[in-house]
C-alpha cells in the first residue's frame, strides 16, 4: 500500500539555523512527490514537486529538497530558517500529477528568535 | 484571481443535524477533492471527482456524500453529523491528463472548521 511517513512530530530550531524535515515513501514506482506548507488557519501551499529529472528541486521560500531513490526518500531542506518559516510541512506522494494526493502526518516547525 | 473557495470557514453542528459545505473553482480544473484533516494524520481523501456528473470514493467515505452537478463546484454533504466528523475539510482542485497545465498539482482551498457537538 502507497504511504508517507515524516519521522518528526515536531522539530524547533534557531533562526538562521539550517533545516532538514524528513520523508519516506512506501509506493510501487517513483511517485510524484510534493512539499507542502500550511501556516496556521490557512490552506496548503506547494513548496516544491518532483516529477522527473535532476533530483534536486528548488522550491520557494528558500526551499529545496532532495529525490534518493535508494532511500525511498524526499527530504527537505532550508540553508537559514526565517522566524516565519514556522508552520506545519506535509510531505505528499501520487502516482501522476493530478491523481489522488496521499499526505504524509505532517511535521510542526517551530523557530526561536 | 480568486482559485479554489470554500464556503463556510467555520461552521459548529449537534449531533445528527445536516449541512453541505461548498467548493467553487474558477480555474476550469477537471478534477475536484475533499480532503479532512485531523492531528497526526495529514489529510485524507474522502470523495473525489474527475469531472462534471461523476464522484468516487476516496479513503474515508463514510457517512459523507458529495455531488458535482456543475463543473466548478463539488459538494461534500453530511447527512447525520457525528463528533467524529469534527475536523478541518479542505478542497481541492486539479486538471485533468487532457488538459493544458495538467503536470501542475493540485489547488488548495483554505479550508473549512467544522465542529460537531
Known amino acids: 500500500a502507497q504511504s508517507v511517513t515524516q519521522p518528526d512530530i515536531h522539530i524547533t530550531v534557531s533562526e538562521g539555523a539550517s533545516l532538514e524535515l524528513r520523508c519516506n515513501y512506501s509506493?510501487?514506482?517513483?511517485?510524484?512527490l510534493f512539499w507542502y506548507v500550511q501556516s496556521p488557519g490557512q490552506g496548503l501551499q506547494l513548496l516544491l514537486k518532483y516529477f522527473s529529472g535532476d533530483t534536486l528541486v528548488q522550491g520557494i521560500k528558500g526551499f529545496e529538497a532532495e529525490f534518493k531513490r535508494s532511500q525511498s526518500s524526499f527530504n527537505l531542506r532550508k540553508p537559514s530558517v526565517h522566524w516565519s518559516d514556522a508552520a506545519e510541512y506535509f510531505c505528499a506522494v501520487a502516482p501522476t500529477s493530478y491523481d489522488k494526493v496521499i499526505f504524509g502526518p505532517g511535521t510542526s516547525l517551530s523557530v526561536i528568535p | 484571481n480568486a482559485g479554489v473557495t470554500q464556503t463556510p470557514k467555520f461552521r459548529v453542528l449537534k449531533t445528527g443535524q445536516s449541512m453541505t459545505l461548498l467548493c467553487a473553482q474558477d480555474m476550469n480544473h477537471e478534477y475536484m477533492y475533499w480532503y479532512r484533516q485531523d492531528p497526526g494524520m495529514g489529510l485524507r481523501l474522502i470523495h473525489y471527482s474527475v469531472g462534471e456528473g461523476t464522484t468516487a470514493k476516496g479513503e474515508v467515505p463514510d457517512g459523507y456524500n458529495v455531488s458535482r452537478l456543475k463543473k466548478q463546484n463539488f459538494l461534500l454533504g453530511l447527512e447525520s453529523a457525528a463528533p467524529s466528523q469534527t475536523s478541518v475539510y479542505f478542497c481541492?482542485?486539479?486538471?485533468?491528463?487532457?488538459?493544458?497545465?495538467?503536470?501542475?498539482?493540485?489547488?488548495f482551498g483554505d479550508g473549512t472548521r467544522l465542529s460537531i457537538l
Open positions: 481541492a482542485s486539479s486538471h485533468s491528463p487532457g488538459q493544458q497545465n495538467s503536470n501542475q498539482p493540485q489547488h
Open positions: 509506493y510501487g514506482a517513483t511517485p510524484y
